[in-house]
């Protein structure tokens, strides 16, 4: 396959006005009619080129012309028209039920569904399937009643009707010009719930749901999500919803987390329902965040879209960072953005230093659904909130504003969007976009020096981007970089005469930047890098008292939680690298630093709980050179114990004082839960007979899965006896529910044990596992892969042999998701030598395989070379 690029981008030859869609839905025929008004774009004789793939050509008709002059191929549908204006109808035929990639139109548990973004269009009818083609679509769809009630699609419901043979047909009108990705269509039997949004101008938005049959109970959660984030979005961008209604629709097979089709959002099951005894507290939260984030695309994504798929970030970064603060605005600020810079670290660092490393707006892709990525997702929202940082609040509005004013209905570059920002600021950006064209994790070195005859005290900072996998040169970077000075008694020194003290930041713009403050009796500690301002790593030679001191005392409270996580990763790369002569001083310093922070917990206890939790093994991998994997898994392991037990008086108080009553999503009551969860998993570490005690009662007395899964995840990890007849006891109740069961599936496959790779072909042959299933896929191949440290990294190589074995399995049946989960293979430059050997001896098999999928062929052939 040929890789595209992003500069040879042009124009489209043909532009589409409007399309008509008739379907009519058939579970291996489904017969598709499609009638477009083409015109050519600008001055030239070229034929028409159509997308199409998987899918037969029945007929061609040209201005009500049947014709056969056309050429097909397994791609694409030329017709060697020379006319300017004119009106084709292609009439194609697929099989649905065949589909199991999941992309186009499919048909599975029992409906019809469609998923298009970024090419899955070409797989429903030929067509101009790029994001730059914008036009207005009628859908008329037909199917049996009594089995499809539901027939749906964009926009508003224009007419329907009934035939003689217990078929019947709704059309559809989506007022708005759209991408052929926005397209959707959705045919099943639904339980539908409904609710209403009054928008801020005062027009009525009916609200659809639609779930399993039996389900319905399950949905309130996202409705009243769906609400919060239309008003939320109205507050705090002015932002409107558009339609008069809008639909979210559930299904159990997706590829993705959920997809903002215009007016009819098709969701993975998982990020809708919800209830206290299935869902946890987590799953609540994930389910308020993807409904919103599917909701605000509706400006971000569909009102304004990509000009081609290099944009991709345009509208995923900015809509990631929308999602980012809706969360934030809707719990607690310091937790959220803890929870994304978890996210840069564990995954995103990890990209850059793999050979998948890409900018945010890459270069060259073969298979977009590969782009999908943490780095254009997170680290794009990352750069949103740079600019966001750099502008202010009120600065970063007003670009917003004149982004919509500019772009409305069309489709854009990232540099649009810079522009925009610039202008409505007239804040130069210039150096800034660079973070679009430059991949890789950028390194800032700090370093001081503090002359006590003069009380003078200069700060250094350096920064510094390693070379990628893609990209050897790398520039200097526009970075705002939050932080601020601490005298002894832990007090930020202001001196209004140094304006990066006065600003709290300091815009690194070159490779070497000083800042210099005068009159000072003693060497302050820098607390840097607050609220994560960059996504890069910081480099200073923090003293164990300075981290204590940042910990205890920083205005800045995610630079309390980063300095508490700087002090366990010290511990534990200490313990891994001289398990024999372990630093008293540093142990002991976080000792008492971390039994400092249990007074929080009344509080804070979203920070509180935050700060008593370690550092992920993902996170410590990426603060390495070599990842030596048993040296740095049991140092942790070692580390979280020691925690355990020297403070075990303290945890077993903090569990005991979280009483909650009857479950309610409830900022304070998760925090409660949360904190007594966390308490009971560094429980198991010590008394096993006390532990296994409160672990029992709380499992057979939970009303709701956060706690029950709380107690089996502590089983778990503790190693205890009960967790395999806890886990029979929970696969005998759950079994019903799909989405509970992900989480049994989960919870063997990340299990540390000796003989898990003789389980996994166990849990692969369940009866409820199933292949086509990308849940179910994730739930065991991807815990395995991505969280089984040490049975994953086997060091007789079983662990990469058993995802490859697997990966080739799936290649033929869903690429997209095969390309997901062999992400841990392809980031074998981290492991020690034997170790890389043996992850590109499993890359090289599945190299070989004659059939590979494009998606899979991109990852395997760049992280072989
Ligand atoms: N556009 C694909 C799914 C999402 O990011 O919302
Ligand atoms: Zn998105």
């Not at 599975?108 to 730059?132: M, N, V």
């Not at 890459?362 to 949103?384: C, H, L, Q, S």
């Not at 409305?408 to 950006?429: P, R, S």
Request: hydrophobic fraction near 40%; proline fraction near 3%.
């Amino acid at each position: 396959p040929i890789a595209k690029k992003r500069s040879d981008y042009q124009q489209p030859d043909f532009l589409i006005s409007h399309v008509d869609m008739v379907f009519h839905l058939d579970i291996q025929k489904t017969r598709v009619i499609t009638t477009c008004q083409f015109s050519r774009n600008g001055e030239h004789n070229r034929p028409l080129v159509l997308d199409g793939e998987s899918i037969t050509l029945i007929k061609v008709v040209l201005n009500d012309n049947l014709i056969s002059d056309y050429d097909v191929n397994s791609e694409q549908l030329t017709i060697p028209t020379t006319e300017d204006e004119f009106t084709l109808c292609v009439e194609t035929v697929i099989n649905p039920e065949a589909n199991k990639t999941l992309e186009g139109l499919y048909f599975s548990a029992g409906a019809y569904c469609t998923q298009c973004e970024a090419e899955g269009f070409r797989k429903i009818t030929y067509f101009l399937d790029r994001p730059d083609v914008l036009a207005k679509y009628d859908v008329t769809i037909y199917a049996d009643k009594a089995r499809y009630p539901h027939l749906l699609s964009n926009g508003n419901q224009i007419d329907k009707g009934q035939l003689d043979d217990g078929r019947h047909w709704v059309k559809w009108q989506d007022p708005f010009n759209k991408p052929s990705y926005l397209f959707a269509l959705v045919a099943g039997d639904f339980d539908l719930l409904t609710d209403n949004f009054m928008t801020q101008s005062g027009r009525n938005v009916a609200l659809e749901l639609y779930v399993d049959k039996g389900a319905l109970d399950k949905g309130h959660h996202a409705i009243a999500s769906l609400k919060k984030a239309m008003a939320w979005d109205e507050q705090v961008f002015g932002l409107e919803y558009d339609l008069d209604i809008y639909m979210v629709v559930a299904v159990d097979f997706f590829n993705m987390g959920a997809m903002e089709n215009k007016g009819l959002n098709v969701f993975n099951s998982k990020f809708v329902l919800a209830d206290a005894e299935s869902a946890t507290d987590d799953d609540f939260f994930n389910i308020e965040a993807v409904i919103g984030h599917e909701y605000f695309h509706n400006w971000t994504g569909n009102r304004v879209t990509c000009r081609d798929w290099f944009q991709l970030s345009l509208k995923e970064g900015l809509t990631v960072f929308r999602d980012q603060q809706f969360s934030a605005d809707m719990s607690s600020p310091v937790f959220n953005r803890i929870k994304n810079v978890q996210i840069i670290r564990e995954h995103q660092f990890a990209e850059d230093a793999s050979a998948m490393a890409h900018p945010i707006r890459p270069e060259e892709v073969i298979e977009m659904n590969n782009f999908y990525t943490v780095t254009v997702y997170d680290k794009g929202a990352e750069v949103i909130r740079m600019m966001h940082t750099l502008l202010g609040a009120d600065g970063f509005r007003k670009g917003m504003d004149l982004y919509f004013a500019r772009f409305d209905g069309q489709a854009v570059t990232c540099d649009d969007f810079v522009q925009a920002m610039q202008d409505a600021t007239g804040i130069d950006l210039s150096q800034f976009r660079l973070w679009y064209s430059q991949s890789g994790t950028p390194k800032v070195t700090v370093s001081d020096e503090f002359d006590l005859s003069t009380g003078r005290y200069t700060l250094t900072f350096g920064q510094m981007t390693p070379p990628t996998a893609d990209q050897k040169t790398k520039q200097a970077l526009h970075i705002p970089f939050r932080f601020e000075l601490l005298d002894e008694q832990g007090v930020a020194i202001s001196d209004d005469s140094v304006p990066e003290l006065k600003a709290k930041m300091i815009e690194l713009t070159q490779d070497v930047h000083s800042v210099s403050v005068s009159g000072l009796n003693a060497k302050p500690t820098p607390s840097l890098l607050h609220n994560f301002s960059a996504p890069v790593k910081v480099d200073y030679a923090y003293t164990h008292q300075q981290l204590s001191s940042i910990i205890l005392y920083s205005g800045d409270e995610f630079a309390r939680w980063d300095a508490s996580q700087s002090l366990y990763s010290r511990c534990i790369h200490n313990l891994a690298t001289a398990p024999d002569s372990p630093d008293n001083a540093l142990f002991d310093s976080m000792l008492d630093s971390i039994g400092g922070v249990f007074a929080l917990a009344d509080t804070n206890p979203a920070l509180a709980a935050a700060m008593l939790s370690i550092p992920s093994f993902e996170t410590l991998s990426q603060q390495v050179d070599e990842i030596q994997v048993e040296a740095l898994y049991h140092a942790q392991r070692s580390v979280r114990h020691l925690i355990a037990t020297a403070l075990s008086d303290k945890w077993l108080t903090l569990y005991n004082n979280q009483v909650v009553g009857a479950y309610q999503y409830k900022a304070d009551d998760v925090d409660k839960r949360r904190l007594r969860n966390l308490s009971l998993s560094y429980l198991v570490q010590g008394d096993a007979t006390q532990a296994s005690e409160l672990l029992h009662a709380q499992f057979s007395q939970a009303d709701n899965m956060t706690d029950s899964l709380g107690a089996l995840k502590a089983a778990q990890y503790g190693k205890l006896e009960q967790f395999d007849q806890l886990m029979v006891q929970f696969e005998e109740r759950w079994r019903h529910d799909p989405l509970v069961l992900d989480k049994w599936f989960a919870l063997h496959a990340n299990m540390e044990r000796s003989d898990i790779l003789a389980r996994l072909p166990l849990l692969l042959s369940h009866e409820k596992f199933s292949l086509d299933n990308p849940n179910r896929v994730r739930s065991v191949l991807g815990s395995f892969a991505f969280y089984n440290v040490l049975g994953f990294h086997a060091i007789d190589g079983s662990g990469y042999k058993f995802l490859a074995d697997y990966l080739l399995k799936l290649n033929s049946v869903n690429p997209q998701v095969a390309a997901r989960v062999i992400t841990p293979l392809t980031q074998w430059q981290k492991f020690d030598p034997k170790r890389q050997e043996l992850m590109r001896y499993q890359l090289a098999r599945i190299a070989d395989c004659k059939e590979l999928s494009k998606d899979l062929i991109e990852k395997v052939s760049k992280s072989l070379n």
